[in-house]
């Protein structure tokens, strides 16, 4: 049953991979943005409310005049409403932009990949020592477990070794915490 809910949820986290990449290539695809646009804000003036204006020109008429339609105001105050705004002319780069999100999905899907890859050959390789039955009491455990000779405690494989330094660094731990309740038992 678990193998079954292990396989439909890595086919979902798949799905949505896939997903999110075809949704970068059509990001990446579209034409329907511009590169530069000149934003002009313009502050309240006598009885209209402040405004930003975005327009798509070039930046010598990158200018009140250019890019505030329709005019808020009438034909004789344009000038002193245009003294007040304050216009920018900016450029972006879309290609740096699409790139950059590629290569963010690609990497997110990479690692949601590998962590599939983990999921699914963890169990695989993960030997189940017959030996060792659950226990309830730490310190029970820790005697009870066969001690391992050092021919074969020297472990050849990567994966030998780290279990190999996950025990002694346990057994470390063990035993601080032991000094440390044995130290307060004997303060109290």
Not at 53 to 67: E, T
Not at 151 to 174: C, D, I, Y
């Amino acid at each position: 049953m678990s193998s079954w809910r292990e396989g439909s949820w890595s086919f979902v986290v798949a799905t949505v991979v896939t997903l999110f990449l075809l949704e970068a290539v059509a990001f990446a695809q579209a034409k329907n943005f511009e590169d530069v646009r000149c934003k002009c804000i313009c502050p309240p003036y006598r009885n209209i409310t402040g405004h930003i204006y975005n327009r798509n020109v070039s930046q010598k008429d990158c200018n009140c005049l250019h890019v505030v339609e329709p005019m808020p105001v009438p034909g004789h105050d344009v000038e002193a409403y245009c003294l007040l705004c304050e216009c920018k002319y900016e450029e972006r780069s879309s290609n740096t932009i699409k790139v950059t999100i590629i290569i963010y999905l690609s990497v997110v899907g990479a690692l949601l990949l590998y962590m599939l890859f983990l999921l699914l050959v963890d169990p695989l390789i993960r030997k189940h020592d017959p030996y060792t039955q659950p226990l309830h009491n730490e310190e029970d455990a820790e005697e009870m477990r066969p001690q391992v000779d050092s021919a074969q405690a020297r472990g050849n494989t990567m994966l030998e070794r780290v279990e190999g330094a996950q025990q002694r660094w346990k057994k470390q731990v063990q035993e601080q915490r032991k000094t440390v309740f044995d130290r307060h038992k004997m303060l109290s």
